[in-house]
């Protein structure tokens, strides 16, 4: 157990429906935590050989006095291997994405049918691919991992545009990434499309054309030019960071949040900057150069 979890003690897992005690049943089966399912056995015997042995040789149950079987996993990953076994009473693709990559990870040791699994797991990534053309998604590490796990490469790809704000150099993102995907080449890919990325900022800026538009006294030494280049290139980073960015009608200075509020993104323009330039030629050029900019890794 975490010590997070011995401090701050998760909700205990109740199980659900046709779980609770008020389904049918005639075994339970017990969490590592001590959570009870009911369950069927016939049920269990017919999807998974490890349930056929586990029940064999067990008394027929009496209705008072239901035997119970211990179950190594804990509750909501006992709870996501019943839902795949039994004929689907839940939508299985409640599942959470650590859970699911929980399960890949088990479906030897509890037999869990190929046929249930692809099934289950081609509905996971169907409903996220339409949710990561839409607009965000939830746990976009975890699907990008689960993607490559099971070979699934244009759809990583689709879900690498949603992980442009993590930090690729932080050890436990970059472990988890290796280990969930079961592949160093996920995280290099990654790291590659974070290198193509920052060289592909000229390309934005360029489009912007500093030297044409900064006023004299942003431009005149070389010191204040670069540093306000540097500026421009952070705004253009944070912007950038969204999975399918726009230059809306909002335009190019909008886009960059060069009048923002929000800190991270300001540049602090003058009103000599940028005075009198055709604002929707500028907007339409970085358009141009946002379509370019890499937004997916290639494999
Ligand atoms: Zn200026």
């Given at each position: 157990?975490?010590?997070?979890?011995?401090?701050?003690?998760?909700?205990?897992?109740?199980?659900?429906?046709?779980?609770?005690?008020?389904?049918?049943?005639?075994?339970y089966l017990q969490?590592?935590?001590?959570?009870?399912?009911?369950?069927?056995?016939?049920?269990?015997?017919?999807?998974?050989?490890?349930?056929?042995?586990?029940?064999?040789?067990?008394?027929?149950?009496?209705?008072?006095?239901?035997?119970?079987?211990?179950?190594?996993?804990?509750?909501?990953?006992?709870?996501?291997?019943?839902?795949?076994?039994?004929?689907?009473?839940?939508?299985?693709?409640?599942?959470?994405?650590?859970?699911?990559?929980?399960?890949?990870?088990?479906?030897?040791?509890?037999?869990?049918?190929?046929?249930?699994?692809?099934?289950?797991?081609?509905?996971?990534?169907?409903?996220?691919?339409?949710?990561?053309?839409?607009?965000?998604?939830?746990?976009?590490?975890?699907?990008?991992?689960?993607?490559?796990?099971?070979?699934?490469?244009?759809?990583?790809?689709?879900?690498?545009?949603?992980?442009?704000?993590?930090?690729?150099?932080?050890?436990?993102?970059?472990?988890?990434?290796?280990?969930?995907?079961?592949?160093?080449?996920?995280?290099?890919?990654?790291?590659?499309?974070?290198?193509?990325?920052?060289?592909?900022?000229?390309?934005?800026?360029?489009?912007?054309?500093?030297?044409?538009?900064?006023?004299?006294?942003?431009?005149?030494?070389?010191?204040?030019?670069?540093?306000?280049?540097?500026?421009m290139k952070n705004?253009s980073r944070n912007?950038?960071?969204?999975?399918?960015?726009?230059?809306?009608?909002?335009?190019?200075?909008?886009?960059?949040?060069?009048?923002?509020?929000?800190?991270?993104?300001?540049?602090?323009?003058?009103?000599?900057?940028?005075?009198?330039?055709?604002?929707?030629?500028?907007?339409?050029?970085?358009?141009?150069?946002?379509?370019?900019?890499?937004?997916?890794?290639?494999?």
């Open positions: 157990m975490d010590i997070e979890d011995l401090i701050f003690p998760r909700e205990a897992f109740l199980a659900p429906p046709p779980f609770d005690e008020g389904s049918p049943g005639d075994c969490s590592s935590e001590g959570t009870t399912f009911k369950v069927l056995r016939h049920v269990l015997i017919h999807s998974s050989r490890y349930f056929e042995r586990l029940f064999e040789g067990l008394p027929p149950s009496r209705p008072r006095d239901l035997p119970k079987l211990h179950v190594e996993e804990d509750a909501p990953t006992l709870h996501a291997l019943l839902i795949i076994l039994y004929p689907v009473h839940e939508d299985a693709t409640k599942i959470g994405i650590e859970h699911t990559l929980k399960l890949i990870e088990i479906q030897d040791k509890y037999n869990i049918p190929g046929s249930a699994m692809t099934f289950f797991l081609t509905s996971i990534i169907g409903i996220n691919v339409q949710k990561a053309r839409d607009g965000l998604i939830d746990d976009p590490t975890g699907l990008y991992s689960l993607a490559w796990r099971i070979g699934f490469q244009l759809e990583a790809q689709l879900f690498s545009h949603h992980l442009h704000g993590i930090d690729l150099n932080d050890e436990k993102v970059a472990g988890e990434l290796v280990r969930n995907s079961n592949s160093l080449k996920a995280y290099i890919a990654l790291s590659d499309l974070r290198r193509r990325r920052e060289a592909a900022l000229d390309d934005i800026i360029e489009a912007l054309e500093p030297r044409k538009h900064f006023c004299v006294a942003h431009s005149g030494s070389d010191m204040m030019f670069f540093a306000f280049i540097s500026l705004a912007a950038l960071v969204a999975p399918w960015p726009q230059v809306n009608e909002g335009g190019a200075i909008s886009f960059l949040g060069l009048q923002s509020e929000d800190e991270s993104r300001a540049v602090a323009w003058c009103s000599s900057c940028y005075a009198g330039v055709d604002m929707r030629r500028l907007s339409d050029r970085l358009q141009k150069a946002v379509e370019k900019y890499p937004q997916e890794i290639t494999m």
